[in-house]
Structure formats: structure tokens, C-alpha cells
């Protein structure tokens, strides 16, 4: 009954900030705190309690037999590691918008979203995933739509039509299995029982590669990400893009891995187009937070690369990838709000100097910028490493020019340093005053702590991430 709380009770939580709570007395982010902080708990309880291998079973709700239809509860070590990153970065999120206007509604919103991401994260229900897996398009529609910048209303329109019309081919694939097996529980279905699982193998791939993004399914995102407030892109960044990730592992690695293996070929060269792609993009852009959205769809690029392997290291690279990317990609997004913030502009031109104005603050847009680049200490190195190291492994030393992404990493990053944080203060900054609020920097300097010692010690993260895929090597389906 406890992991259906944290599903339904956000639901009504939310439904009654937005209806009855009026003004800026702050009750709402209070709330959203101790909610989150809650699912935070919850989260690290469930890790203590995971069974050795299999699912560790919350509890079947609404039970509707004939059709296979219930509210089956159920974590593995995956899920709960993806439950504990969510609810830390809705902590985080939450500090960083100690300051947003209309904070009933924006927190409302907040809260109905992580009942819906909790939901995708437990239900092994196919058609329970698939309405918590659209039910996080709501917050997220009103959060861009509301409180985005000019075109707001064009970006969070262009991001809903594009994962709702991806989220179709899941469907679809979700009824073929249910036609073929007579199952919607993910936990049952194998791929010997499909009749076409070449079929809704590509349905699947292409809804969760929209919402990833992975190339050339990516528009939507450097728009979304533009218009959307810092600590929305955060969420984007850090959360939903690794809902995608986590749906690509699970319903289409996992659960048809002979497939997968006959299609692994088109996942890599997909995830290297992205990488390359969106890091030369990333070096092209004078827009300082589309730059920082550039940088994310290429460092997602690695997690995909390293999905295409299909072997036990790999999908644990893609894992701590996964993290890493969250980390340090969350900084650079609400350091990028804030320079827009104070400044006016999103121009890097406009800015340069602000290390002399701004010492603290441009520290930490620093450290993520050197782990965005793969410094090693830092959590980005962990994570490029792994994924290099997997990839030589599964495709052989051709794989070895993923370390020329690096380098492009290394160019837009030095660069971006060179014009915004460093060298002579320009106008618009010297008049700029750049004082933060306690809250935010709070959450910054998190960050910038998670990036460095989970870049020193990454054992602290890889002892839980190896055993989340060790059950699946056991019985073939990784090699």
C-alpha cells in the first residue's frame, strides 16, 4: 500500500494545491520537500529490501483479470536505481525553484509528475505503464507552456505532439503483445511467445528513441529545453530522458534480446550519428542553454552506444552514464537560466567575465563543464571510460573513435568557458548583479559534490549498478 501512495497520493496532492491553496506563503514547496523527500526514503528503503535476483512485489491493485488489467506493483535493482535518482533530482528541482512565480500551481504540477514517473518506474503492467508514461506529459506540457520563455507555447506544443504520437507505436506494440501472448505483465511475456517479434521490436524502438531523443527523432528537445525554465530542464534532461533509456533497456534489450541482437547494428550507428552530431552542433551554438541541450542529446548518444553492446558491462556503463549524465548536465542547465536571468541575453558574446563577478557560482558551472567534457575526477571520465572500454569490447578497436567526441566535448566546453566564465568582463556584466538565492546555490554546490565524489569513488554507485543486470547475463539474455 505504501508504493501505491506514492502514486495516488501525489495525484490528489496536487489536484488540491492548484485548487485551494492561493498566493506565495510558500506552503506549496514546503509540501513538494517533504513529499519528495518521502519518496527519497522510500526509494532507499526498497533498495535494502530487493530480493538477490527477480522483483521484489509491492502489491496488485485494481484488478481486472479477464483482460489482464491490474495495477501490479513490482522493483528490481533497475527501477529502484532510476526511483532513488528521480526523487533526488526532485529535491534538487525543488531548491532550485524556491524563487518561481505562482508556486501553487508550478508545484502542484511538480508533485503530479512524480506520482506519474513512480508509477512508470514500478507498474510491470504494460497498460498501467502506458498511462502513467503519458500521464508525465501533462505536468510537463503546462510547466514549459507557462512558465517558458517567448515561445513557450510553440516549444511545449511541439514536445507533447511528438512523444504523444511516439507513445502510439508503443501502444500499438503493447496490444501486438497482448494479441500474440494473452499478457500485459512485462514480467511474463518472453520473446518465444511472440508470433512478430521483429515487428514490435521497431515499434518500440522508435517511441522510446523519441523520448530519449536519439537521432534523427531529436527536434523536439533543443526547443523544449530553450523555452523551458532551468529547473524544467532539469527534469527533461535528468528524468525524462532517462525514462526513455530505462524503457529502451527493459522492453526492448531485456525482454526481446535475440532481436535485439539482429538490430543491434542500427541502435550503434544511430547512437554514434547522435553523439557526432549534436557535438558538432553543440560547438557550432552561440546560445549558451541551446549549447548546454546540444551537449545532453550527445552525451545521451554515448548511452545508446553503449545499450547497443547487449553485454552485462555495457548496459552497466549505460546505467552509471545514466546518472552521470543527470549530474552533470543538471548545473550547466540552471547556471545557463541563471546568466540568462541576470544578464537579459543567452548570447555568450554578451557575456565573459563573470568569474570576476560571480566566483562561486562560476566554480561550480566549471566542474560540470569539465565533467561534461570527461575530465578525469569527475563522474563525466567514469562514464565515457565505461562506455569506450564496452563498446572496443563488443565491436572491437574501430569503437575507439568514440574518443574523438571527447574531444569535440573538450572544444565546446573550453570554448564556452573562454566566453562566458573567463576573460575580460564585458558591459552587460560589469553593470550585472549576480547574487543568488541560498536555496538554489544549495542545490548547485550538490551537484557539483555528486560529480566529484561519485567521479572519484564510483564504486559507490557501480556495486549497485553491476547487480541491477547480473540475473539477465544468468539466463542469456545479455551476453
Request: aromatic share 16%; proline share 3%; with cysteine.
Amino acid at each position: 500500500m505504501i508504493a501505491l501512495f506514492f502514486i495516488v497520493a501525489p495525484i490528489f496532492i496536487s489536484a488540491l494545491l492548484a485548487l485551494f491553496v492561493r498566493g506565495e506563503n510558500g506552503l506549496s514547496k514546503y509540501i513538494a520537500l517533504v513529499l519528495f523527500t518521502a519518496m527519497l526514503l522510500f526509494s532507499g528503503f526498497l533498495l535494502q529490501e530487493l530480493p538477490s535476483e527477480g522483483y521484489l512485489e509491492l502489491g496488485s491493485f485494481l484488478d481486472v483479470s479477464r483482460f489482464d488489467f491490474v495495477l501490479s506493483l513490482q522493483v528490481d535493482m533497475l527501477s529502484t536505481i532510476m526511483l532513488i535518482l528521480t526523487s533526488l533530482l526532485l529535491i534538487l528541482v525543488t531548491f532550485a525553484s524556491w524563487s518561481m512565480e505562482r508556486q501553487a500551481l508550478y508545484f502542484s504540477l511538480l508533485i503530479l509528475f512524480s506520482g506519474a514517473i513512480f508509477g512508470v518506474f514500478m507498474s510491470t503492467n504494460f497498460l498501467w505503464f502506458f498511462i502513467f508514461w503519458e500521464l508525465t506529459l501533462v505536468p510537463m506540457y503546462f510547466l514549459v507552456g507557462v512558465w517558458g520563455a517567448e515561445r513557450r507555447i510553440y516549444a511545449a506544443v511541439k514536445f507533447f505532439l511528438y512523444t504523444h504520437v511516439a507513445s502510439m507505436f508503443i501502444l500499438l506494440a503493447f496490444f501486438l503483445i497482448y494479441k500474440e501472448s494473452g499478457l500485459f505483465d512485462m514480467t511474463l511475456v518472453k520473446e518465444g511467445m511472440l508470433l512478430s517479434p521483429g515487428l514490435i521490436w521497431w515499434l518500440l524502438f522508435i517511441g522510446f528513441a523519441v523520448k530519449m531523443p536519439i537521432f534523427p527523432f531529436h527536434t523536439w528537445l533543443p526547443d523544449a529545453h530553450v523555452q523551458a525554465p532551468a529547473p524544467i530542464s532539469v527534469l527533461l534532461a535528468g528524468v525524462l530522458l532517462k525514462m526513455g533509456a530505462y524503457a529502451m533497456i527493459r522492453l526492448v534489450i531485456l525482454m526481446l534480446p535475440q532481436t535485439s541482437q539482429k538490430y543491434a547494428w542500427v541502435v550503434l550507428l544511430l547512437g554514434l550519428v547522435t553523439l557526432f552530431y549534436a557535438a558538432f552542433m553543440a560547438l557550432y551554438e552561440t546560445h549558451l542553454k541551446k549549447m548546454v541541450a546540444y551537449s545532453s542529446i550527445s552525451h545521451m548518444g554515448l548511452v545508446v552506444i553503449a545499450i547497443a553492446t547487449l553485454s552485462y558491462s555495457g548496459l552497466s556503463a549505460a546505467l552509471y552514464e545514466m546518472i552521470a549524465h543527470a549530474f552533470v548536465i543538471a548545473p550547466l542547465f540552471l547556471i545557463a537560466g541563471f546568466f540568462h536571468h541576470k544578464t537579459g541575453s543567452w548570447q555568450m558574446e554578451d557575456m565573459g567575465g563573470i568569474m570576476q563577478k560571480a566566483p562561486y557560482i562560476s566554480a561550480i558551472f566549471v566542474i560540470a563543464g569539465l565533467g561534461a567534457l570527461g575530465l578525469p575526477g569527475t563522474m563525466g571520465f567514469v562514464g565515457e571510460l565505461s562506455v569506450l572500454l564496452s563498446s572496443i569490447k563488443s565491436f572491437g578497436l574501430w569503437m575507439a573513435l568514440v574518443a574523438l567526441a571527447s574531444m569535440l566535448g573538450a572544444g565546446y566546453v573550453i570554448w564556452t568557458l573562454r566566453r562566458v566564465i573567463y576573460g575580460s568582463m564585458s558591459a552587460v556584466v560589469e553593470k550585472t548583479d549576480f547574487r543568488m538565492n541560498k536555496f538554489e546555490f544549495f542545490a548547485l554546490a550538490l551537484f557539483a559534490l555528486c560529480i566529484v565524489l561519485f567521479g572519484l569513488f564510483p564504486n559507490l554507485l557501480f556495486t549497485y549498478i553491476n547487480t541491477a543486470f547480473v540475473q539477465f547475463q544468468a539466463i542469456g539474455a545479455l551476453q
